[in-house]
């Protein structure tokens, strides 16, 4: 086995525009390889390296605005540094957003397009992540949805328990991937979604079919005859197994 969760992915109206202000929220650069996406990648990494976490933006035509079962959240080294970043992501166009957090220690914010992302107050577990803390999914059992994505990735299971499960690159960097239990999850289609690549890329038949062993399912987004496999997990939520092309 040898797949990896290589980037998240956004549906977008205007992928260019998104882009640069999660560009300039994260200090990453900037390319693009087609007309309708654009790629965000680590200073000092070039795709598809192996130690990097990638964001890629892809316009499509769905403008609705929910708070998605997938969403961001980013570190910071402390609470002056939590606050100098929440104002100059309200400077880029973010805009505070409310999901019923209540008091607590992070700020939540949504991007110019309503995606919903977290501001954490520093914490000392995401002291070397780089910006991005943790992708992280809302579930009904996060027991449950560590069993698949243990299984499902060459990554490592650092925690679990009935309410929230974190998962990160066996290579300790880059972010942690975190199932957070959140009973009523919304359903339908995800605009943000993981990509994950296997390597060699020539595997993407085999694991395919070694996901839905797993409890995996194949998943029609429109996606039509494209070299990347769309699946979803036990919980409906939509991924990519990335192929050549």
Known sequence: M??????????????????????EALGWNVSSEAPGVT??????????????????????????????????????????????????LQELGATPADVGQGDVPWTVLAD???????????????????PIAA??????????MARFWDEALDWTLHEVTDD????????????YLEFLRTPGATTGRNRIHLDLLPHPVEDQEA?????????????????????????????GNEFCVLGRG
């Open 39 to 88: 790629n965000l990648e680590p200073e000092g990494f070039a795709w598809p390296d192996p130690d990097a976490f990638y964001v890629d933006l892809v316009t499509v035509p769905d403008p609705e605005t929910v708070k998605y079962r997938v969403h961001l959240d980013l570190a910071t080294t402390s609470a002056a540094h939590q606050a100098e970043l929440v104002a100059r």
């Open 135 to 144: 992708v992280v999914v809302d579930c009904e059992d996060p027991r449950a």
């Open 207 to 235: 694991e395919v079919a070694r996901l839905k062993i797993l409890g995996a399912t194949a998943a029609d987004v429109g996606q039509g005859d494209a070299p990347w496999k769309v699946l979803a997990d036990p919980e």
């Open 2 to 23: 040898a797949l990896r969760l290589i980037q998240v992915n956004f549906k977008a109206r205007d992928d260019s525009a998104l882009g640069r202000f999660w560009a």
């Open 112 to 130: 110019p397009e309503g995606n919903v992302f977290c501001v954490l107050e520093p914490r000392e577990i995401y002291r070397d992540t780089g």
């Open 164 to 175: 929230h499960a974190r998962l990160r690159s066996a290579k300790g960097v880059g972010p």
